[in-house]
């Protein structure tokens, strides 16, 4: 065989072993924030149109007119999240999923009703702390495959064997201001301002570790029955960091009651946009130059608006509620201003990607996605008593939330673009709380997400790796709060 020949078959074994880089962003929370306190996912976060302790900003804003003393609130979360992906093509046999814990503080604030009123309305104001995402995720594959290569080496083969070591840290919170006030005796209105600005909360800013390690082996047969190996081994390790994150956006809420036993909420998040610093290393096998590209960039938040029902029951012991939410997930998207992706430049203008899976706008859209939520809570009061020191509650909840993805499906060649289909998520939760001589309430929660056969856009390059590509998603979440009274 010629040394061209040869030559040839190695540059096509090196298109093999970069052609599986391409790696996927994620926000490993649900991408869609619910609001916080471990009474209020203790009922699957069905609580738009309860509101009514000290994290009601957090769900509707509103509801802090019904407080009637100063309220103290902290909500300290645990997470465990694992991905199974045992039944998923290409991988190594002892790939049997992967898992995280996450510990932090969630949400802290603290609430004042106003000592005076206006025209006898109540004015109530807070000032909150809200963990809203956590991007912390780690991954370790690997995987190999065998794939036919056409054109001028038909007949030929390669295999390509991957070792990816994946790891993101970091957060998103906003500080809070709120208030709200009665504009009569059944109606409130409320409006909060989210502050998302990492001078203020030092914590702001996620960055990721991507190392590829990647050997791709290519056979053709020989005219005279034998044949020829090309061997190309290497590694492209990429660093990500996004930091200086600035922006503002505004969360507005309602609450009607139209009677004493039932009560109508409704809360809309606006859409935002924030100013990122971002700056990415890219080092790839021996002997080349490291690739450094630092852009300022714009992601555009999507915005949400959520309606709810709570009907609480004539013994004042049971209340059950129904939440429905929208998040226009079709209007999340990262610009980057330089007109490129990562490294790669584009044709025309501002590269535009989806933050879900790193790809193209175009190649990754996302349809809108609906949460319900439905909840109960029991509260034993005991009719006999005119004062209980010890006031106990049980709490559970069932919900449908959905991950937004790409939708994309699998074809001969890899993954066909996809029509923005989410990924389907449920849960479970259960909650205890105990109010103590009315002063201290402390509150738990459980809740248990899954989803199955979701994340294919993990391995976002569309090429044979990501066909057949799916994971088993499990997520354990903890929360314990207390309210304080004064």
Not at 79 to 98: A, C, I, M, Q, V
Not at 105 to 118: D, E, H, K, M, R
Not at 444 to 452: C, D, N, P
Request: proline share 5%.
């Amino acid at each position: 065989m010629s040394r061209a020949w040869r030559l040839s078959l190695c540059s096509l074994a090196a298109v093999c072993l970069f052609g599986a880089a391409a790696w996927s962003q994620d926000i490993n929370s649900s991408p869609s924030p619910v609001g916080s306190g471990a009474r209020a996912l203790g009922m699957g976060g069905a609580f738009i149109a309860i509101a009514d302790d000290a994290t009601a900003a957090s769900w509707n804003p509103a509801g802090l007119t019904q407080l009637e003393r100063p309220e103290l609130s902290l909500v300290y979360s645990w997470k465990r999240f694992g991905e199974d992906f045992s039944n998923t093509p290409h991988l190594s046999p002892y790939e049997d999923g992967f898992s995280i814990n996450l510990d932090d503080i969630n949400y802290a604030s603290f609430v004042y009703p106003l000592p005076w009123t206006l025209l006898g309305r109540n004015f109530v104001v807070s000032l909150n702390y809200q963990r809203k995402y956590d991007f912390d995720r780690s991954l370790n594959l690997r995987f190999r495959d065998l794939n036919p290569i056409l054109g001028p080496f038909a007949g030929a083969s390669s295999v390509v064997a991957s070792q990816v070591d994946y790891e993101q840290k970091g957060s998103l919170s906003a500080l809070s201001p709120a208030f709200a006030f009665e504009v009569t005796d059944r109606l409130s209105l409320g409006l909060a301002v989210n502050i998302w600005d990492s001078s203020l909360l030092g914590g702001n800013g996620w960055e990721t570790s991507t190392e590829r390690h990647t050997t791709a082996q290519t056979f053709i047969n020989l005219r005279d029955g034998g044949f020829f190996s090309g061997l190309v081994t290497g590694y492209w390790n990429t660093y990500e960091k996004y930091e200086d994150v600035k922006g503002i956006n505004y969360t507005f809420g309602l609450l009607y009651k139209p009677t004493e036993r039932l009560s109508i909420g409704a809360v809309y998040h606006t859409a935002f946009s924030t100013d990122v610093k971002y700056t990415r290393l890219d080092r790839l096998s021996q002997g080349l130059v490291p690739m450094r590209y630092v852009s300022d960039l714009r992601i555009e938040w999507p915005g949400a608006i959520g309606v709810g029902a709570a009907y609480r029951f004539p013994n004042d012991k049971l209340t059950l509620s129904l939440d429905v939410t929208r998040r226009n997930w079709d209007r999340f998207v990262q610009i980057d201003r330089r007109g490129t992706i990562g490294m790669f430049p584009t044709r025309n203008g501002a590269a535009r990607t989806s933050p879900i899976t790193g790809m193209d706008k175009w190649h990754s859209p996302h349809d809108p996605t609906y949460t319900v939520r439905l909840g109960a809570e029991y509260v034993f009061i005991n009719p006999k008593k005119a004062k209980q020191d010890y006031l106990p509650s049980l709490r559970a909840g069932l919900f449908y939330d959905p991950e937004p993805a790409s939708g994309r499906r699998d074809a001969w060649w890899g993954v066909k673009r996809g029509g923005g289909d989410p990924d389907d998520y449920y849960g479970v939760a259960l909650g205890a709380g105990l109010l103590v001589k009315n002063r201290v309430n402390i509150d738990i929660a459980y809740q248990y997400r899954w989803g199955t056969n979701v994340r294919k856009d993990t391995l976002a390059d569309g090429g044979v790796f990501e066909r057949g590509f799916s994971a088993d998603v499990e997520q354990h979440l903890l929360y314990l709060s207390t309210v304080i009274y004064f």
